[in-house]
C-alpha cells in the first residue's frame, strides 16, 4: 500500500519518495506509469480529480530527470498510480524521487471539495436533504440530493447559509476514528463498511463526515460557494456550483456575457430580460404582419396569372418560376390558383437553391368533377423528377420535390414538359 501523504497534510506540495514499481507502456496501458513507496498525489476518488505534477528522479550519471505526471488512480490494492507522459527514460525501481504537485489545481480541488462538504450540510440542516454524489468537473462540481426537486428559495436558503459558514473562518480538522466511535458520532453519511478506521473531516460545530479528500484547514480558504442551477436526475435533484476561484472567474464570465447583451440592446444589465421578452414579442408580430403580407401578395399574384391566362380545354393551366421567391411562397401561390379559380392547375417552382417544385389542381369535387382536372399531380411530378434525379411526391391534387442543392436543372424546360404532358 502506498503511504499517502496528503492524508495528513493538505499543504504539502513538494515531498520525497522512493519509485517503488515502474510499467512501461503496454497494449493495455499506453502510457508508462510508476508506483512510490509514499505521495502527496490525490488520486481519483471520492468525487475529487486527481492532482497532476512532476516526479524529478535523481538518475546519477546521466543527471536528474523531469516526468509530468498527467493522472493518478487508485489501485484496488491500496496502491497509487502515478501515469507519466511518455519520458525519454523511464526510472528503475529503487530510485529516489521528488514529487511537487501543482498547487494551484491542488488549492482549487480544496476549494471545492471542503465547499461540497459545507453545501451538503447545509441542505441537511436547512431542508433534511441528503446528498447521496459529489461530482466536480472542469468548470463546474454538483452534488445529488435525494429529493424530487429543490425550489429557488431553498437554493438561496442553502446558497446563503454555506457562505455564512465559509464567513466565519470555522476550522477545519482531521481526524480518525474506529468505525465503532464513527457510528457514535452522527456523520453526515457513514462509508460503506471496508475500513476499520476512518478518516473523519471535521468542520467547527457544523459538519462531522468521513472522507479521504484534501481539504481546506479553516472555511474561510473556500472563498465563496455559488449555487447554479438545478437539474432533475433519476436519484433526485443535482444542483452545480462552484467554489473559491472558480466562483469568481464564473461571475466574471456571466458578467462580460450580459454586459455584452445589454450594450446590445442600449439598456441596463438588469434591464435584458425586459428588453429581451420586448423583442421576442416584437419579431412575433412581425412575422405575423410578414406572413399575412405575403398571403395578400400571393393571392393577387394568383389573381392576375389566372386573368391573364386563358383557358384550355375547359380549365386554367398557370406556369410560373420565381427566382426570388423561396418554396414556401411557391406553395402559397400554388395553392391560391387552385383555390380562386376552379378548375386549375398550378405548375410552380422557386429557382432559389436548392430548386424545388409544386404542382397543385383543384379537387376534383371543388371543380364540380370537371374533366379538366383529371391529372395526378403526384405522377406527374414524379415522371418529370426523375428525369433530372429529382425527388418528391404527393396525392393527386398536391405535390411537392426538388432536385438536389447545387444541380443544373433548367427549370422552365421542367415545368413545359409537364405542361405538354398534360396537353396545356
Ligand atoms: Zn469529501
Not at 536528474?64 to 507519466?84: C, F, K, P, Q
Not at 440592446?265 to 412575422?287: G, Y
Request: net charge negative; hydrophobic share 40%; proline share 4%.
Amino acid at each position: 500500500m502506498t503511504k499517502r501523504l496528503y492524508y495528513d497534510s493538505a499543504e504539502m506540495h513538494e515531498f520525497d519518495s522512493v519509485v517503488e514499481e515502474v510499467a512501461p507502456p503496454s497494449s493495455e496501458q499506453s502510457r508508462p506509469a510508476v508506483v512510490l513507496r509514499e505521495t502527496a498525489f490525490y488520486p481519483t476518488s471520492g468525487g475529487q480529480v486527481h492532482d497532476t505534477g512532476w516526479l524529478t528522479v535523481n538518475g546519477g550519471d546521466c543527471g536528474a530527470e523531469r516526468l509530468r505526471v498527467t493522472e493518478v488512480a487508485d489501485a484496488e490494492d491500496g496502491r497509487i498510480v502515478h501515469y507519466l507522459e511518455a519520458p525519454a527514460r523511464l526510472p528503475v525501481a529503487g530510485a529516489a524521487v521528488h514529487g511537487s504537485i501543482d498547487p494551484e489545481r491542488r488549492r482549487d480541488h480544496m476549494q471545492q471539495h471542503s465547499g461540497q462538504h459545507v453545501l451538503s450540510a447545509a441542505f441537511i440542516e436547512l431542508y433534511q436533504m441528503l446528498t447521496v454524489s459529489f461530482h466536480m468537473g472542469e468548470d463546474y462540481c454538483s452534488i445529488d440530493l435525494a429529493t424530487p426537486s429543490v425550489s429557488s428559495g431553498q437554493i438561496a436558503g442553502a446558497d446563503k447559509r454555506a457562505n455564512q459558514i465559509v464567513f466565519e473562518n470555522r476550522a477545519v480538522r482531521i481526524r480518525y476514528v474506529s468505525r465503532a466511535e464513527a457510528e457514535k458520532l452522527g456523520l453526515r453519511k457513514l462509508p460503506p463498511a471496508e475500513h476499520d478506521d476512518l478518516r473523519l473531516v471535521e468542520i467547527a460545530d457544523f459538519d462531522l463526515s468521513a472522507c479521504g479528500g484534501t481539504h481546506v484547514s479553516a472555511s474561510g480558504q473556500i472563498g465563496s460557494i455559488l449555487l447554479r442551477k438545478t437539474e432533475k436526475v433519476r436519484q433526485g435533484t443535482r444542483v452545480e456550483f462552484v467554489c473559491g476561484d472558480r466562483a469568481v472567474r464564473m461571475a466574471r464570465r456571466d458578467y462580460s456575457a450580459l454586459s455584452e447583451a445589454a450594450a446590445l440592446f442600449s439598456t441596463q444589465l438588469w434591464d435584458v430580460p425586459d428588453q429581451i421578452r420586448k423583442n421576442v414579442e416584437e419579431s412575433k408580430l412581425l412575422r405575423k404582419q410578414k406572413d399575412d403580407a405575403l398571403d395578400q401578395l400571393a393571392e393577387l399574384m394568383a389573381l392576375a396569372a389566372l386573368h391573364d391566362q386563358p383557358e384550355t380545354n375547359g380549365r386554367k393551366i398557370i406556369v410560373r418560376a420565381f427566382s426570388d421567391r423561396d418554396i414556401g411562397f411557391a406553395k402559397l401561390f400554388a395553392q391560391k390558383v387552385t383555390r380562386v379559380a376552379t378548375p386549375a392547375i398550378a405548375l410552380v417552382a422557386s429557382t432559389v437553391d436548392p430548386l424545388g417544385l409544386v404542382f397543385a389542381q383543384t379537387p376534383a369535387q371543388a371543380s364540380g368533377g370537371a374533366a379538366g382536372s383529371a391529372a395526378d399531380m403526384g405522377a406527374l411530378l414524379k415522371q418529370v423528377l426523375s428525369s433530372v434525379g429529382g425527388r418528391g411526391g404527393g396525392s393527386r391534387d398536391f405535390a411537392q420535390g426538388g432536385v438536389p442543392a447545387g444541380c443544373n436543372v433548367k427549370v422552365e424546360q421542367l415545368l413545359r414538359e409537364a405542361a405538354v404532358t398534360i396537353g396545356a
